[in-house]
């Protein structure tokens, strides 16, 4: 089964063929792959990771594996689960083998067109070792278990594919891999035939005319089972003797690989394919080797297989190398094995080492540098310590007991000891537990001399000089310090930030982060200190690393937004380059300053430390650097590191994956989507494709216009937005894979949320024409009403003149009827009495008459005069003077009078010619008692509840209502002036005459 294997970077010169150790994960079906028997593996243009298996094709983006499965009710699914091989043509479609169709793979809706595999003239049993190739622009070729073909691209027909052979072979090609190299040439044996045959596109053949440069290899007598050649065009090819496997070089050597009986049909090497160095590597069975061009040896690594919960019990159906160097390898029954494969940059010193590297415990406590380059190793949780010489790759003492209290061991470990002039033990200058280092201010804690020439025994928070025994407190841990210019010690503190302590004057200033000032220091932890120059200062801390600018006092921060690999610092060297070294809490960064650009390494480039430890970092006068972790010793030797270059730094892919809204999930994104506004809570899925470490991948990104700064993210790969208004958003995301470069274009997703109808062009434009309708109308009624109400105002106006005019009238009226006639009567008796003076007639009679006509127009006036007064407005008042009036005329005409009305009267406005219609109404009445009815005695009783009620009644003859004078007009009056009033009245004949006047109030 032939596929590419491997991909490797590797920049250390190796010096001989040791086997590499390389770390193997498995995934399962208990990781979401969909079955465990795993017949090929392939990338896509995009980075994808496609797996095909007994039950179902995955698609792996380093988080998930997607499942793709028959449904017996969709015709665009694919037509089995059995799928045995996947490749991809030059337009860059997928197509997917299974065990009864060829198919094509529709991105857009994920979909599968299908093209039934045609009857072959032979059966083999085995189907899943059929294997497929993308021939050219128009073919796919087929080794099938039912004979070989070539399938047409643009017609969708199968053509039998001829084998043009020598009469006397009969070869069958069936499960052996095809080969293509860079030219576009196929190739293949023909075991168990000899030698090899290529394909001829214009006969769709194959045929023994091979290309000029295979017909070179002498392999026309070999039983041929698999070839490859490299872009060095080193040419390798597998063969079978017997039960032997070998592995034949264009130098004539055969490489012996294995024994294995064979029974059935030919077994054979199923993969082959080379790393970027030119190195081959060869998968068969439960073995794995490299073959090497340059020395002509092969390498088995079979044993870096054999270290996962499967043991070696397992097949190797197809290997693959991914675009970052990792090495997938599909398994019968077993899943799917998975390691980085690049050679290791580093020596290592750790407890699992073989030989000369071997330990005696992990996890690294101090590193201590004598001057012969030795290193004195200590660990946690142990007095014990060892000796080794990192230049020549030893170890000189596994263990002995370090004391810091012995002074003759610690003169004969450390012969500058004997510097030291004080009466004084060295040790009483250090605490019980400090860890001892005498490395120039770079480590923590120690004996250091300062550039005058002094010592200074440097403790847990305090500096001590031991000529005088003048100390400084720092009042924080001392991490780690730096000796600067004018008797400045740059001071690293576990809590208490960066301090500036001038021990000339004592001073001391500490510099902490401030949440408002990004021009601050990022932490108040320093782990190490390195200066830049003499420009600033470089600072490791727990919260990225920091630069210090000595002339305008602020910070820089670079940090995992940055491509450091972590931002908790432990400790930091700098090698010859200028380049610093940052073992953090997940890996080993290197910082260009240059450049500005970050390396990342971890386990799967060969370090043995996943975190690093404070006080673990030393570097050696070769260049070399010692970092300490939790697991051993990492040696950087940048000198024998290539670093890599411009085109070999690579950045991930970067996918977005779907789009998912609450009933909708969207594949294919190259186009704007367009969402309904109820589908504004939304989820984006996206994945960095380098698979060395997924959830170490970091992520920059923004949904604009709602973010205008990018958002940072570790091994996150979906971010929700919930409750977006309607309009037009563009997603953009980069990230950085295993290697720490960024994304230098982002990828993008546009999409747009709808308004809701009403919210729509026309709806608007409706509902403006609405809108404007309603206005229109509320103007009109608006004016309509203001209009009315002028002529309300104009209608009450002329009301009220009229009003005006009909009370002048009537005041004319009565005081022409009133007054006009009482004044005619008493000229017209004046006249008499004038003449009856001139005779000398008696006209006493007459003056009488004129008094009584005077006090009556007097009484008139003072009606009418009442009448008009707007004081007199209300209930009380004419209830008061009807009461007054009454008892008044009827008591001068010596008629008894009663008069019961209400002692509280509910406050009523009764407008002034109501009032002198219900006055003069009952005026009437009684001047008809008095005139007409010859009664004794009038009782009145006024009541008042929603009307006014008024009832009059005199002991007197009653009313003959059948003899009633003529030209009477009392009656009529008194109708008339209730009826004006609003009112009515009511006459009866009870042992009297009673009148009712009712007026509504």
Known sequence: MQKKILFLACFFVCGGLAAQRYPFVRFSTENGLSNNVVYSIFQDHKGYLWIATHDGLNRYDGYEFKKFLHNPFNKKSLAGNMTIDITEDEQGRLWVLTN?????????????????????????????????????????????????????????????????????????????????????????????????????????????????????????????????????????????????????????KKHFLLNRSISGPTVFIESMSEDEQGDIWIGYGNRLFEYVPGTDSVIDLSRNLYNTSIGDN???????????????????????????????????????????????????????????????????????????????????????KFNPADTTTIKKLFPQFSQVRSAEPFYKYFDASTRLTFNNGQRQYGLYKDRQQNFWAVNFNEFKRISDGRSFNTGDHINCFYEGDNATFWIGSDGGGLMQLNYGTGSLRSYLPRESDHQSISSKFVNAIIADSNTGLWLATRYGLNHFDFKTGLFKMFSEENGLCSNTIYTMEKDADGKLWLGTSNGLSCYDPHTNEFTNYSKDNGLINSEYNRNGTIALSNGWILMGGTEGIDVVMPDSIKYRSENEKRSPPLLISFLKSPDSLYYSLNETVRLKHSQNNITISFAALDFTQPYNNKYLWKLEPVESKWIYGLGKH????????????????????????????????????????????????????????????????????????????????????????????????DIHDDLGSGLSRIRYLGEIVKLKSTQQQNFLPDIEKIAVFSDEMVDKMNEIVWALNEKNDSLESIISYIRSFAVEYLTNNNIDCKVVSPDQVPVRIVKGETRRNIFLSVKECLHNIVKHAGATEANIQISVMDKLVIRIHDNGKGIDWENRRPFSNGIQNISKRMKEAGGAVEFRNENGTSVVLAIPL
């Open 100 to 252: 009864t169709d060829l198919h094509r793979y529709n991105e857009k809706d994920e979909s599968f067109e299908r093209y039934v595999l045609p009857v072959g003239p032979v059966n083999h049993s085995n189907q899943s070792a059929s294997k497929m190739i993308n021939a050219n622009n128009r073919f796919l070729l087929l080794n099938l278990f039912n004979g070989l073909f070539a399938f047409d691209k643009t017609t969708g027909r199968f053509n039998p594919v001829a084998v043009l052979a020598t009469p006397n072979e009969k070869p069958d090609l069936f499960a052996l891999p095809f080969f293509k190299d860079n030219e576009g040439n196929i190739l293949v044996g023909e075991a168990p035939a000899t030698g090899v045959v290529a394909f001829d596109s214009a006969t769709v053949s194959f045929t023994k005319k091979l290309p000029a440069f295979y017909q070179r290899a002498k392999w026309e007598n070999e039983t041929v089972t698999s070839v490859y050649k490299n872009k060095k065009h080193d040419l390798v090819y597998g063969i079978q003797q017997g039960n032997k496997f070998l592995l034949a070089t264009q130098t004539g």
């Open 314 to 400: 397992f097949i190797i159906k197809h290997a693959r190398i991914d675009n970052f160097s990792n090495l997938w390898i599909g398994l019968y029954e077993a899943g799917l094995l998975k390691a980085s494969i690049r050679k290791s940059l580093f020596l290592n010193y750790a407890i699992n080492q073989p030989g000369t590297f071997k330990l005696p415990y992990s996890s690294i406590y101090g590193l201590i540098k004598n001057p012969d380059e030795t290193v004195i190793v200590r660990y946690f949780g142990t007095p014990m310590a060892s000796v080794i010489d990192p230049i020549h790759k030893k170890i000189l003492t596994p263990e002995f």
């Open 718 to 813: 979906e971010v929700n937005y919930a409750g977006l208004p309607p309009g037009h958003y563009t997603f953009k995301i980069k990230a950085a894979g295993a290697d720490g470069i960024w994304n230098e274009k982002e990828t993008s997703l546009s999409f747009t949320i709808t308004a809701p109808w009403w919210r729509s062009a026309w709806a608007l434009v409706a509902l403006v024409a609405i809108g404007i309708g309603i206005l229109t109308g509320i103007l009109r009624l608006y004016y309509y009403r203001k209009f009315k109400r002028q002529l309300e105002k104009q209608r009450v106006l002329l009301e009220k003149q009229q009003a005006v005019e009909k009370e002048r009238t009537r005041i004319a009226t």
